[in-house]
Each structure stands twice: as structure tokens, then as C-alpha cells.
């Protein structure tokens, strides 16, 4: 009789209800010191002059190094089976739009 090794010391992740409904986002504002990477998520509409942060990350520098490299890792296999992720181009660097820029899509 064979008996299967179950993993020891695995993770259990719980994902409340209300957790899971998401929350719409469409600007980060990312900031560091030595020993943080703090993360805020933003919600721009059209037309109105003040933005709410949704929801702050707090992360380590390491925690944000593997944030990066899963992010880098899920954006290449949605190009491979959803075609490349077009940006406008403006020039060398990374492209930040104006807060002016941002229009209301449904």
C-alpha cells in the first residue's frame, strides 16, 4: 500500500466575499524607502478633480521584486494568447499619461 506524502507546512489562502468583488483601478502611485515599497491603487474618473486611493499595498523590497517578476510572467502569457499590450509611445522611459489624459471607458 502506497501512502501519498502530503506537503508539509502548505498554505491556506482565504478570500473573504467582499474581497472578492475587486475593486476597479486604473492608477498606481508607487513610492520606497530602504526597507518598503508602499503601493497606492487609484480610481481617476473623467471630469472630476479629486482621485480616492482605493486600496495601499505595503511591501518589502523582496516581496515587491516577486510582485514584479509574477506581474512580468502573467503579462507575457496574456500577450501570448491575447496579442501585445500596445501603449502610446512617448519616446524613451516609461510613459506616465496626464491625470487630463484619463477618459471614462464602459
Known amino acids: 500500500m502506497k501512502m501519498e506524502k502530503k506537503p508539509e507546512n502548505q498554505l491556506q489562502i482565504e478570500l473573504k466575499e467582499d474581497v472578492a468583488q475587486g475593486v476597479y483601478c486604473n492608477l498606481a502611485v508607487i513610492s520606497h524607502s530602504s526597507s518598503e515599497f508602499i503601493m497606492d491603487l487609484i480610481r481617476v474618473l473623467p471630469?472630476?478633480?479629486?482621485?480616492?486611493?482605493?486600496?495601499?499595498?505595503?511591501?518589502?523590497?523582496?516581496?515587491a521584486m516577486r510582485l514584479m517578476l509574477a506581474l512580468?510572467?502573467?503579462?507575457?502569457?496574456?500577450e501570448q494568447t491575447f496579442g501585445p499590450?500596445?501603449?502610446?509611445?512617448?519616446?524613451?522611459?516609461t510613459y506616465i499619461p496626464r491625470l487630463s489624459d484619463f477618459k471614462g471607458e464602459a
Not at 478633480?49 to 518589502?60: C, D, E
Open 85 to 93: 499590450i500596445r501603449l502610446p509611445e512617448q519616446g524613451k522611459g
Open 72 to 78: 512580468q510572467d502573467n503579462i507575457t502569457k496574456y
Open 47 to 63: 471630469g472630476m478633480p479629486k482621485a480616492q486611493v482605493q486600496t495601499r499595498a505595503i511591501l518589502t523590497p523582496e516581496h
